[in-house]
């Protein structure tokens, strides 16, 4: 839902793990040496930076792969995820390498990149499918398979528990009531079935009002999208993914509860990965 990149998702989309910072006593230490400090602080910074311009980068390359074009004008998906890259100022050279990477054209030395699902369960039965974009699948696999192993899982079939489905985010049209807004979505064709959203992230400026998600067939997304821009409605996201049928998890043992939290977490780490879906409630 990447989001949306992060944005509101379903309960069957994964936990977002905050970035681990190390301190010691010898910070304390460390007024002497100030540039020390500083170079630290930056090397953190910098990395997180890289790790948000490699997703969003992902993202653009996913778009253009999925949305069967490299041009924004007609490829809705593409043009919602380089919007939302310029807004977190990711860099013209990264966005560039993201679509050339999503249309095949890998640079000088570079491999080609391909998308790639791997299913595994997790502790106490917890299904997870996860996705990834990577030029090196056995490095991808065997990533991934450590990571369930690791935590006590592993990697085999699950996609029967969930349903792939596209989504829309969208942002309604300010002044437009509740009864228009579901009226305009349920008329425009594709839509199966729609969730008024708690936040609203564009909403601050003034120019929009509620926050929704449309739900339709994966082949449609691109198209619903469109129809629901013609609308007057702002599309905040779009994109495919995999919805739990049979969310569980209710009964999980503290431990597994932690376990899954652990695992998650370290799926995350992972550069190639994209999106990891559970069924856990």
């Known amino acids: 839902m990447l989001g949306p990149v992060l944005r509101s998702l379903p309960a069957s989309s994964p936990r977002y793990c905050s970035p681990l910072f190390f301190h010691t006593a010898a910070i304390q230490l460390s007024g002497h040496n ?36 490299a041009n924004p004008d007609l490829n809705i998906r593409l043009a919602t995820a380089l ?73 085999t079939p699950t996609l029967y528990c969930f349903q792939r489905r ?25 839509v199966e079935d729609y969730a008024e959203m708690q936040d609203a992230a564009n909403s601050d400026e003034g120019e929009f009002g509620g926050s929704f998600v449309v739900f339709t067939q994966p082949s449609d997304a691109n198209k ?6 013609e609308s007057k409605f702002y599309v905040d996201d779009v994109g495919v993914e995999f919805k739990a049928q049979d969310p569980v998890g209710a009964t999980l043992k503290e431990e597994d509860l932690k376990a899954n939290d652990s695992l998650e977490c370290v799926l995350g780490e992972i550069e190639e990965i994209t999106d990891v879906y559970t069924n856990r409630e």
Not at 170 to 186: A, F, H
């Open 34 to 69: 100030k540039w020390s400090t500083i170079k630290h602080d930056k090397a953190r910074n910098d990395s997180q930076k890289n790790k948000l311009f490699s997703q969003f980068a992902q993202r653009i390359s996913i778009a253009v792969k999925q949305g069967g074009s």
């Open 83 to 155: 919007e939302q890259a310029q807004k977190n100022n990711v860099t013209k050279k990264v966005i560039e390498n993201a679509i050339r990477k999503g249309s095949g054209v890998p640079a000088p030395g570079e491999k080609p990149t391909e998308s790639c699902i791997y299913e595994g369960i997790g502790p106490g039965g917890i299904a997870y499918v996860v996705e990834a974009l990577t030029d090196n699948k056995n490095r991808t696999i065997s990533s991934v398979r450590s990571a369930f192993n690791k935590a006590g899982g592993s990697m």
């Open 166 to 190: 596209g989504f829309v985010n969208i942002l309604s049209p300010k002044g437009m009531d509740e009864e228009q807004v579901i009226m305009t979505i349920l008329d425009v064709e594709g």
């Open 224 to 229: 619903v999208a469109q129809r629901l821009k």
